[in-house]
């Protein structure tokens, strides 16, 4: 194994160890972090079913373990309180964004959320496509992901319009906000559009992409959005490798080569660094939804700063405070390992306490230095970052979760509806 | 001391309050004899009606120029120019705080003079108010009446018991604030632009609901005086028809100077506690209680339409859209056009400006001007300013134009990082593979008037890569426009190489 690769597996095998650590075995619910009394969140389950077959392939957990902890999740979904009301679990085939690890039961008021339980369907879809075996427990494992899947209104989540809103609450009725330009939201629409029950009305996905924004910003031409995840997440379970809907064929593009742009235009904010934040350069930067530091934390020295907490930190303009995702770059590794790479080693040299635990931590600010020399590092960890991180991972190294999808029946209509034609498909 | 003067409220021991209201409302004034037949009769002095009437008495035509209240409508006495006086003193008074960013000594005391800053403003709209007095306009051959106008048929109108014969009319009646369905709202009080530059001492904390360009200016005028604002606003952005980098990036910049923003929210009532109005928002399904001294309201603005008996002409109209007019700018009525705010879905001081040139040209001389023809630019004179002209990306994909944009980051302007104004950008939108500017937004400190560059290339039909070769001066902020006309340009040549 070269240095690289070993890097690469120490890593991926700590994010993994997140899951371990932070499911409740009983039901499979997976909390959002590790910090003391977090709840569920639906999308970091979905990102737990998927990196289950990772760690059976790598040998790092027991198949039968995997399927026990992915068929306890799904079970409890199947089985959960559906009413709707402000104390279930979800509603319509939705689920809450925030569940209680114990109960299943909605916690802090959260909104049924369309694009985390998007999050949650890809990971049950990829069991359900992993796990093939002609036993008793995995045949009711596929039976169940699909009828989980099945049973998604998303129809229902347009709001007799003609995109997907954001959410839905009890209390209220529809969030306002909507989808708007350039987001991981494709991931939401391909599983919405290859529903074979309660698919999307209407030209939905054209709908959406009209309010994309082609941009040519620091001389690189790419669909812009901020924060780095976007460019991401779709990523992790959809191979957009040379596969073209109707804006990229304009473009003569595909997301997967944008996902690289979007890379580049990090680079070139950090080495521009508008904000004069401390370590910004072309091999340390990451501006994505994360953790950060925010005036009211005991630990935060410096009250005049605004600093953002938790934020969608993006590129060129900001939410930015000098918080930077150690993990974000990593994330990117299938779009430009090289770049990719360097950047984790320079960034790890730089900043070795961004790894708590040799797990990433959500965030550093190299900025906010203590009095034992150290920056300020966001405390515990979050299930999002360790899920995208093995999934990116393993993606460069095998194309494992890539492989599995394509051969997923659901994802290939739902391509095909958007749009989507060539390469792979 | 406060008088009322034909239901003018104005301030008769100030100076520039007399001399203002000398120009724009003459006590003494006497309406003149009626002409025989008027080649025009403008109904309404603010910007469309005085442009129409010194256009066409210039053009030897006959006019008659009515006016109900004062002349310089909104612009001159309640909006634009006493807006932008006061919103000049509060950059002014944030520059001062942030002096230190500037490599500046930091002043020990910054007191806001309230009362220096208001005589300023009201020093500006008197002096303003010179160009177009009532007796500016007669030398220049406009009969000018003041008076309540109501037509009588589809070519005679009335004012002040006299009867005006009409070739043609205009009328540009302007709008006025819209006031919010809110309970309890109107029992608490509340200001809007006309009365918000009467107020005589600023209130200690204010709610601002609304945050369309109005609201959002007001806002933090008053935030930077020191006012502990708070701005409510229904939907999920500020200036919702705007990009939401725009939208987002004066979100950052209230949030900066101090604002409690709040986004898709929703004031349920107001209640009164003494001095205090007391007032219940709802977000989703949290409320929150919000105490305040005072409210200002900006949440657009309604067409003035009561009262003119347009019936009696065959003038179409409703209380939303206000006189509806074809693209020539006619209404039903083939003597009678409209012109500003009472008709235009843009309700902006230079649109109304360009359609009644558009009248006097049609009306009088029998040109077909189209309103659609006009390139409209507009601009949000918050800080950073928020320009914009032409198509937004999403409405040309909407019409299925393949878009790309080009956009310079103003912290990629030199002159940007030196002024330290670097927040903000310049966006230009074009015709995909071709040069051809669609539109363009501008977030600039500067940036209302960096858009008549863009602007005039797009009337003009002046491709982006054309700007590449215009030399601006360097260093300047629109140098940014450069940058992104080099940017196409190096499009198209690596495209070719």
Not at chain 1, 166 to 189: A, M
Not at chain 2, 208 to 234: D, N, S, Y
Not at chain 2, 407 to 427: C, L, N, W
Request: with cysteine.
């Amino acid at each position: 194994m070269g240095a690289d690769e070993e890097l690469l597996n120490e890593i991926e095998r700590a994010a993994f160890g997140y899951f371990r650590q932070a499911v409740n075995p009983a039901n499979g619910l997976v909390a959002d972090t590790t910090r003391d009394g977090s709840p569920c969140s639906i999308a970091v389950v979905g990102f737990a079913l998927s990196v289950y077959p990772v760690a059976v392939e790598r040998g790092w957990m027991p198949r039968i373990e995997a399927t026990e902890l992915t068929l306890a999740a799904l079970r409890f979904f199947r089985d959960s309180d559906q009413s709707g009301s402000s104390m279930a679990t979800g509603y319509k085939g939705f689920y809450y964004h925030f569940l209680d690890m114990h109960s299943g039961a909605r916690v802090w008021r959260s909104e049924l959320s369309m694009i985390d339980t998007a999050l949650l369907m890809a990971g049950v879809l990829t069991a359900r496509e992993y796990f093939s075996e002609h036993t008793a427990l995995e045949s009711e494992l596929r039976q169940i992901a699909d009828e989980l899947y099945r049973r998604v209104d998303w129809h229902w989540s347009q709001n007799a319009g003609t995109t997907i809103t954001q959410g839905w609450k009890p209390e209220s009725g529809f969030l306002r906000y909507g989808w708007e330009g350039y987001s991981e939201g494709i991931l939401l629409y391909v599983l919405a559009m290859g529903s074979p029950t309660h698919p999307l009305a209407g030209d939905a996905y054209d709908a959406w992409t009209v309010t994309y924004q082609w941009e040519n910003l620091y001389g690189i031409d790419f669909l812009y959005a901020g924060p780095l995840f976007i460019h991401q997440f779709s990523h992790a379970w959809v191979d957009l490798r040379g596969i073209q809907d109707p804006f990229m064929r304009d473009k003569r593009s595909d997301y997967f080569e944008n996902s690289l742009r979007a890379l580049q235009v990090q680079r070139e904010y950090a080495r521009r660094n508008p904000g004069g934040f401390a370590g910004y350069d072309e091999n340390c930067w990451g501006l994505t939804a994360c953790d950060g530091p925010s005036t009211d934390a005991p630990d935060v020295i410096d009250k005049r700063r605004r600093l953002f907490g938790y934020s969608a930190r993006g590129v060129p303009y900001g939410p930015d405070d000098g918080t930077l995702a150690g993990w974000a770059p990593l994330a990117s590794l299938p779009f430009a390992p090289d770049i990719a790479l360097a950047s984790v080693r320079e960034m790890h040299r730089r900043y070795p306490e961004m790894r708590p635990d040799q797990r990433y931590a959500s965030s550093f600010n190299p900025g906010l230095v203590g009095a034992d020399g150290k920056c300020w590092v966001s405390a515990g960890h979050y299930g999002l970052d360790q899920g995208i991180v093995t999934m990116m991972i393993e993606n460069h190294r095998t194309e494992f979760t890539w492989r599995l999808m394509r051969s997923c029946s659901y994802v290939v209509a739902g391509l095909r509806g958007a749009g989507f034609s060539g390469g792979w498909l | 001391m406060l008088q009322r003067s034909d239901n003018f409220e104005t301030d008769a021991t100030d100076v520039d309050e007399r001399e203002r209201m000398h120009n724009v409302r003459p006590s003494d004034w006497r309406n003149p004899q009626p002409a025989q037949r008027y080649d025009l009769v403008v109904v309404g002095a603010g910007t469309a009606g005085l442009v129409a009437a010194r256009t066409a008495a210039a053009l030897d035509a006959k006019v008659a120029l009515i006016e109900r209240a004062l002349l310089g409508g909104t612009c001159l006495n309640i909006g634009c120019v006493p807006s932008k006086a006061l919103i000049r003193t509060s950059r002014l008074y944030a520059e001062m705080r942030d002096a230190r960013q500037y490599g500046a000594s930091f002043p020990n005391d910054i007191r806001v003079d309230f009362p220096a800053l208001m005589q300023r403003v009201r020093g500006i709209r008197a002096r303003i108010s010179r160009a177009d007095s009532a007796h500016a306009l007669v030398a220049a051959g406009v009969d000018v009446f003041f008076g309540e106008a109501h037509f009588i048929d589809d070519d005679a109108l009335t004012v002040d018991g006299a009867t005006l014969r009409f070739k043609k009319a205009m009328i540009a009646t302007g709008a006025r604030p819209d006031m919010p369905a809110i309970p309890g709202l109107a029992a608490a009080g509340y200001l809007t632009n006309e009365n918000a530059f009467d107020i005589t001492q600023l209130p200690r904390r204010l709610l601002v609901i609304g945050g369309g360009p109005l609201g959002c200016e007001m806002a933090q005028a008053f935030c930077r005086f020191g006012v502990k604002t708070t701005i409510v606003q229904h939907w999920p952005l500020f200036l919702p028809r705007e990009e939401r980098d725009a939208a987002q990036l004066l979100s950052d910049a209230f949030a900066r100077d101090g604002i409690e923003i709040r986004l898709d929210t929703n004031v349920e009532q107001v209640r009164v506690d003494g001095a205090e109005k007391i007032v219940d928002i709802v977000r989703d399904d949290y409320r929150n209680t919000i105490t305040v001294d005072a409210i200002l309201t900006g949440t657009g603005r309604v067409p003035n339409v009561d009262g003119l008996n347009l019936e009696a002409a065959g003038v179409a109209y409703d209380r939303d859209r206000g006189v509806h007019v074809d693209d020539f700018l006619r209404t039903g009525n083939p003597r009678i056009y409209a012109a500003g705010d009472v008709c235009l879905e843009h309700k902006f001081n230079d649109t109304a400006e360009a359609s009644a040139r558009i009248v006097v040209q049609n009306a009088l001389f029998r040109h077909r001007r189209r309103l659609s023809a006009l390139t409209i630019p507009w601009c949000t004179y918050t800080d950073p300013e928020i320009a914009h002209v032409g198509l937004y990306v999403r409405q040309a994909r909407e019409r299925r134009i393949s878009v790309k944009t080009f956009t310079i980051p103003m912290h990629d302007v030199d002159r940007a990082i030196a002024d330290d104004e670097e927040m903000g950008f310049v966006k230009i939108h074009v015709k995909e593979r071709t040069d051809q500017i669609l539109g363009s937004t501008i977030v600039a400190r500067h940036a209302g008037e960096m858009i008549s560059e863009i602007t005039l290339a797009m009337v003009a039909g002046i491709g982006l890569r054309r700007l590449a070769g215009v030399i601006h001066p360097y260093p300047t902020q629109a140098d940014a426009i450069r940058k992104a006309a080099d940017a196409c340009d190096r499009t198209f040549l690596s495209a070719k190489s």
